[in-house]
Structure formats: C-alpha cells, structure tokens
C-alpha cells in the first residue's frame, strides 16, 4: 500500500519528450517545441515534406477571366518583367502571329488538296484547324503570362505537348508541315524560360497580386 508521498507526480506538459511507443498526451510539448511541431520520430500531418503537384491558384473561374485585361492593346508592352520572361513572351506572341499566317495560308493549300486527294485533304485541314487554335491561344495565354497567371504558364506548356504531337502527327504525311518540329523546338525554348528561378521568383512576387 502506497502513501500519498509515494505517488507519482502528474506529468509536466512543458517537461522532457515522450520516448519509445509512448504517446503524448493532447497539449504535451517538450522544451523548445512549436505549436505545429510534430514529436520526434512522429510524421508530420498531411504528408508535408512531400512534393505535391497542385493546381494554380489563380485558374479563372469564368471565361471573362481568360480574356486578357484591356483587350491587345498591350500586346507590345513588356515593362516589369525579367529578361527571361521577356524572351519567352515574344517568343509565344511571334509564334501565335506566324501560326496564323501559316495558318491561313494553309487553309489556301489545301483547297487545292481536295481536288487531287480528297480523303488526305481532309485530315490536314482538321490540323490546320487545330494548329490556328493553337496559335490564336498562344497569343492570348502570352498576355495573361505577363498578367503575371500561373495557369497561363501551366497552359502555355501544355501548348508545347500539342506542337510534339502535331509534329509527329503531320510528318508522318506526304503532305505534312515540316516546319511543325521547329515550332515545337522552339515552344519548348520558351516553356524552358518560363520555369527558371528567376521566372519562378517573379511570378512568386506577382502571386495575389490583383
């Protein structure tokens, strides 16, 4: 039989950490511990440490929001972005222009197409079709990259997983565009610049900004 004196203090929550497969009990820390700080040997909660790939933020929610702001009347101003960007956003807007002209011309190309092979004539215009709305996105991300929007980025590389497609697609035709692989080469010279550290610091600065 124990006496008052002999029975054990109750335990400090601000005393020494839990050791082995004790647990600690809710509110325990030990020394020198933050609020958020998980225990030794304890995994932080929700996985944290591990890379996580998310969305952005700023995705818009509606099409008003992909629209770029003040129309392309300041499609050829440049000012407050690093040189990096500067370089990746001329080459998107001279990229986008010259797939439309491409474009259109294409279109002119395979009107005289259809008159010798009607079946191949078909599925080059469905590609031009495709390769003007992906020139005509190109420009319109382009301004919403300098708008400083990660989704814009995040589309813009998608845009240069459709050009390898494209190119590959188109060259396996008589008919095809050769000069879809040097559209490609160069989307991706662009995407390259778009994720370098200082574009990734200058869109960290532009975050949250309205």
């Not at 839990?18 to 030990?30: K, L």
């Not at 992906?134 to 919403?144: D, G, N, P, S």
């Not at 813009?156 to 459709?162: A, E, H, K, R």
């Not at 879809?180 to 949250?208: D, E, I, Q």
């Amino acid at each position: 039989m124990s006496t008052p004196s002999e029975e054990p203090e109750p335990r400090d929550p601000g005393g020494v950490p839990p050791s082995g497969n004790e647990r600690p009990t809710p509110g325990q820390r030990f020394p020198g511990q933050q609020p958020d700080q998980p225990f030794p040997g304890q995994q932080p909660p929700g996985g944290a440490g591990r890379f996580a790939f998310e969305l952005p933020a700023d995705r818009p929610r509606n099409f008003g929001e992909v629209l770029p702001r003040g129309g392309f009347s300041g499609l050829f101003d440049v000012t407050g972005l690093p040189t990096e960007l500067k370089v990746s956003y001329w080459i998107w807007v001279i990229r986008g222009l010259l797939g439309l002209l491409g474009g259109v011309i294409g279109l002119f190309g395979v009107l005289v197409l259809f008159a010798i092979i009607p079946g191949v004539a078909m599925l080059v215009f469905l590609l031009v079709l495709v390769a003007l709305a992906v020139a005509a996105a190109e420009i319109v991300l382009a301004l919403k990259l300098k708008e400083g929007k990660e989704w814009a980025r995040l589309a813009l590389t998608i845009v240069t997983g459709v050009s390898l497609l494209l190119a590959i697609v188109s060259s396996s035709f008589p008919a095809g565009q050769d000069g879809n692989w040097l559209g490609f080469l160069v989307s991706l010279v662009a995407t390259v610049l778009m994720w370098v550290p200082n574009s990734l610091s200058w869109f960290a600065a532009a975050r949250g900004r309205p």
